[in-house]
């Protein structure tokens, strides 16, 4: 090997360890903002069983697994999917366009749509760093169907 081609091999190998390096710091930042976002967004009060009753105690093994009791209104019954597998299938683009699209209430999809990409991004990447779980919440339901599965009932009463 001529020493010019030695010394741009040593040159590219330690450039890729640098970047690589740099990729995973800077995905380490990213996991620990999107930690940070979920926890003050409380999307765990929803999007994960039994959350908010325990008082935010449960493992993050059980974070964002989707639940199936739903939501009933006048918009019909709406269920917090389970995010973990709907990021597992998403590219970081794609998470985004959801994220801004419109959503059935009581998901706050007005808040999240104001947030940044990098924002977006770094939620995304923390759910994916929990990586993908079993099991789907159901499908939501058009006004006027009755629900099949537990629901909370979301009608204004006294108005
Ligand atoms: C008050 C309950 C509630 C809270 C809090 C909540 N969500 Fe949701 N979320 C829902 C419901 C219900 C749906 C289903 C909406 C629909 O069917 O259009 C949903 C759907 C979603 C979806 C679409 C998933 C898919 O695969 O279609 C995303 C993404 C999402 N929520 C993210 C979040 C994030 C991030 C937070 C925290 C900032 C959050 N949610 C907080 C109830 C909630």
Known sequence: MDSG???????????????T????AANAESIAKGKFLIGV???NDC???GYSESGGRLPQATWLTGNG???KGPWGTSY???????????SAEEWIQMARRPMLPPMPAP?????????????YDFIKSLGAAEGEAPHALPPGV???????DFVPKNL
């Open 69 to 71: 009791v739903g939501f």
């Open 41 to 43: 967004g409380g999307c």
């Open 146 to 152: 009755e629900p099949a599965t537990p629901y909370i």
């Open 47 to 49: 999007h994960t069983p």
């Open 80 to 90: 917090p999917q389970n995010l973990r597998s709907s990021a597992a299938k998403m």
């Open 111 to 123: 808040a999240i749509a104001t947030m940044s990409d990098s924002d977006l991004i770094a939620m």
């Open 21 to 24: 390096v740099q990729g995973v």
């Open 5 to 19: 081609f030695k010394t741009l091999t040593k040159f590219a190998l330690s450039a890729l360890l640098a970047a």
